[in-house]
């Protein structure tokens, strides 16, 4: 025992001397993750989409159409930046890019309301955009039913109603709206929990696969292995472990982004979230071991890791969720750590879940560890015999 | 006249040389046809997969009633009803229903408190309170919007009936329930689709990144084994940068002008995405898209020293990219700066351009600045590839004499 943690920390400082020689390990390890985090902390930085243009083709032209006009515009969302003169320029000016809605006020509409004949007023979202258009759909419908019910009060209340009749009257069935985790409606809660941690695991996967596709690569897999003291268990713990030290610095920059930018809450356990953000790590690095232990070609492992890490946003179901994707969509998307990871992260620091609910996502993703186990006599193979090394 | 034709055969054959060396060099190298070639396929048949039905209905939701009545009841089957949310269990009490919630086995719970009917026929407000989660955003959307419509509609029929109850005509009483008639209609995509949203921007986007990385891959091998030399023609010292920068282009752009033709046309057919705008529009545009992506390519290749530094270090820029192009996040919502910043990725305008040719039908015209950022960038990236390239010659050993 007290032989291979020798043998684990003389190549540990052996990856360490590397890291120092070797500028790749710095652009990746050191100045890709710095840009990467200012990028992050500077996009989201202003949290919520306000003022999103929108074109009003008022038909009327009254003093009624004009006020619903204003309570659109007041809207957070909304922000009307066109009085369209008929649909047609409108329909040019969402093709121009220049809107992103337009509402139509017939011609009749106060007419209509003070006559007590129902009016129709039309609103066109576009639905390229489906954020864009959620925000938008939400804000104008609201903004539209507040003034209908500001309509239907003076109307009750000129036949004699008292206002809590009236009251009753216009909406008898009365919600009382709850919006639990996300309680602004702040799509950068979303994005930015997704965004980061696939950015990490990206690095997570690149940086290990590097670390040990250049020993064969470059041919120096034997002297790493030596190093190890001949033991593989020892030579691949000492080369990970300063690799990992790096990424999880960089995760818990991360984190600190997350809850201090962004401003996502933490409503669950902080220690569980650390420790699940470890396993995520490891998880990533286990795959990667195993990639290039088995294609013994680091830039073919790149490929295929590098490929493999992109799809895992896709699958986690953060944006298009996984109980509306097909059966075998479904099987594929447990093959990704980071699926576990945005349930963890969703139950520990959005719901607030009890850590009995996190519990099994944690398992999963150590689970993972298995995988360089499994593949270490391939791993040696690799290393001990020249005819590995230095393929392109 | 006599060196002018000179002149034109030289980069003829240069040209011919350039390509045929370039075509050699992503064919018989495993890893760049990968990306080059496959790599744009296999991401974009995936995704389509992943996001293959398109639309989230049935949600499981939770509803708690404690009225017990008939009203209740109805209330209960209107929200089993609909497309987007069905009542999944009836919890018995919150605790219950906070549970199920945490299992993940319901989204979205309703409360209808025990005075539900009584207020209802006393012709008091009833409440009913909802708890949606937001941490899902599409999930949220779906059951909010099932839920309020439900209940909309619920209190609208009461309330007519309260008016007719009262001994208003029916017209009039229409009116007076609902006196704006309001309808929302998504233009487009009108089933809001994910695949038809997001698709078209990431195919976009994985275009310009393969792009980036392959041509990446190809200039830091030449680097690093020192092959720009094999750039120069047999049996001349003397060379030009211009045909060799337009020759590797004429390559990538052949290529991806077979892969892009299958990926915008069959694979687009395959999964019904919005297909407004016309042929001719979508193929000058993608056109001029790719060449821009092309030369950025050229010009980024240059910086990278070995074969694998362009995916090491660009991989990861995948979601910025997507990022900045406005799709995954509105522009609203960024700092300005960095939306104006992103201008110099090609995809940036890309994604705007085809988005608004191929979902929403726009014409050339309707797309100008698009267009003409673009152009801008291939000035810009192309100018910077013959510099660079240049350079490297230089450096390499083929001297101008």
């Known amino acids: ?392 | 006249m006599n060196r002018l034709t000179r002149q034109l055969k030289s980069y003829r054959d240069q040209f011919v040389a350039v390509v045929r060396n370039e075509f050699r060099a992503v064919f018989t190298d495993e890893g760049a046809l990968l990306i080059v070639v496959f790599a744009l396929l296999i991401y974009s048949v995936s995704y389509s997969l992943a996001y293959g039905p398109q639309v989230l209905r049935n949600v499981p939701i939770g509803v708690v009633d404690n009225s017990h009545t008939a009203a209740s009841r109805q209330l209960t089957a209107l929200f089993d009803a609909g497309p987007n949310a069905y009542v999944a269990y009836e919890p018995t009490d919150m605790e219950e229903a906070r549970e199920l919630f945490f299992q993940r086995r319901i989204y979205g719970i309703v409360y209808i408190p025990a005075d539900y009917e009584r207020r209802l026929l006393d012709g008091r407000q009833a409440d009913v309170a909802i708890y949606v989660d937001a941490s899902y955003f599409l999930m949220y959307r779906q059951v909010f919007q099932e839920l309020v419509a439900t209940i909309g509609l619920t209190g609208a029929e009461v309330g007519l009936q309260r008016l007719v109850a009262r001994g208003a005509e029916l017209p009039q009483a229409e009116a007076i329930v609902q006196p704006v008639v309001y309808q929302s209609h998504n233009l487009f995509n009108p089933y809001l689709g994910y695949g038809s949203f997001a698709m078209p921007a990431i195919i976009i986007v994985i275009i310009q990144q393969t792009l980036l990385i392959g041509i990446g891959m190809i200039g830091g091998t030449w680097r690093e084994k020192n092959l720009y030399r094999r750039l120069c023609p047999a049996g001349r010292d003397r060379m030009s940068t211009l045909p060799i920068v337009v020759g590797r282009a004429a390559v990538y752009l052949l290529i991806y002008g077979v892969t892009v033709c299958y990926i915008l046309g069959v694979h687009y057919k395959l999964f019904h995405y919005p297909d407004n705008g016309t042929t001719g529009a979508v193929v000058v545009f993608t056109a001029i898209y790719l060449a821009a992506a092309i030369a950025f390519g050229l010009a980024l290749s240059l910086l990278f020293r070995t074969r694998e530094s362009s995916l090491l270090l660009l991989l990861w820029t995948s979601i910025p990219v997507l990022m900045l192009s406005g799709v995954s996040f509105p522009r609203e919502g960024m700092p300005d700066w960095l939306y104006r910043l992103g201008q110099l990725l090609p995809s940036s305008s890309g994604v705007e351009g085809f988005i608004r040719i191929r979902s929403m039908g726009a014409t050339l015209a309707e797309v100008l600045p698009e267009i003409r950022i673009l152009l801008l960038l291939i000035v810009l990236y192309g100018g910077l590839a013959l510099f660079g390239t240049h350079r490297v010659l230089c450096s390499a050993g083929c001297r101008r004499r």
């Open chain 1, 1 to 392: 025992m007290k032989a291979f943690l020798h043998h684990t920390a003389a190549a540990a400082r052996r990856e360490v001397g590397r890291m120092g020689r070797m500028p790749m390990y710095r652009r990746l390890l050191f100045y890709l993750p710095l840009v990467a985090f200012a990028f992050f902390a500077v996009f989201f930085s202003k949290g919520v989409a306000r003022n999103i243009p929108i074109a009003v083709v008022d038909d009327d032209r009254t003093a009624l159409s004009r006020k619903l006009a204003d309570m659109i515009d007041a809207t957070p969302t909304a922000w009307i930046a066109y009085q369209a003169q008929s649909m047609t320029e409108a329909e040019r000016l969402m093709r121009d890019g220049e809107v992103m809605a337009v509402v139509l006020i017939p011609y009749g509409f106060e007419k209509g309301l003070l006559g007590n004949v129902p009016v129709a007023v039309e609103n066109y979202v576009t639905g390229t955009n489906i954020t864009v258009n959620g925000l938008l759909s939400k804000d104008i419908q609201t903004a539209v039913t507040t003034f209908s019910a500001g309509v239907q009060l003076q109307l009750l209340t000129a036949r004699g109603m008292s206002d809590g009749q009236a009251m009753a009257q216009i909406m008898p069935v009365r919600f009382d709206r709850h919006v639990l985790f996300n309680p602004y409606i702040n799509y950068g809660y979303y994005l930015a929990p997704s965004f980061m941690p696939m950015m990490l695991l990206i690095l997570a996967v690149m940086a290990t696969i590097f670390a040990v596709g250049t020993e064969l690569k470059y041919g120096t897999a034997a002297e790493w292995l030596h190093t190890g003291g001949g033991s593989m268990t020892a030579a691949l713990t000492g080369k990970l472990l300063p690799v990992t030290a790096l990424l999880l610095l960089q995760a818990f920059v991360m984190l600190f982004i997350l809850l201090e930018v962004v401003g996502v809450p933490m409503n669950g356990s902080f220690a569980l979230m650390a420790v699940g953000t470890v396993c995520f790590l490891l998880a990533y690095q286990s795959i990667a071991v195993m990639i290039v232990a088995l294609m013994a070609n680091m830039r073919l492992s790149l490929s295929l890791g590098g490929g493999y890490s992109v799809f895992a946003f896709t699958f986690s179901g953060l944006t298009f969720p996984i109980m509306a994707m097909w059966a075998p969509m479904r099987w594929l998307s447990r093959c990704f750590p980071f699926t576990y990871y945005t349930d963890l992260f969703i139950d520990q620091m959005m719901r607030g879940a009890p850590v009995v609910y996190s519990l099994p996502d944690l398992g999963y993703m150590a689970l993972f560890a298995v995988l360089p186990m499994l593949v270490l006599p391939r791993l040696r193979k690799v290393c001990t015999e020249p005819k590995f090394w230095g393929r392109e």
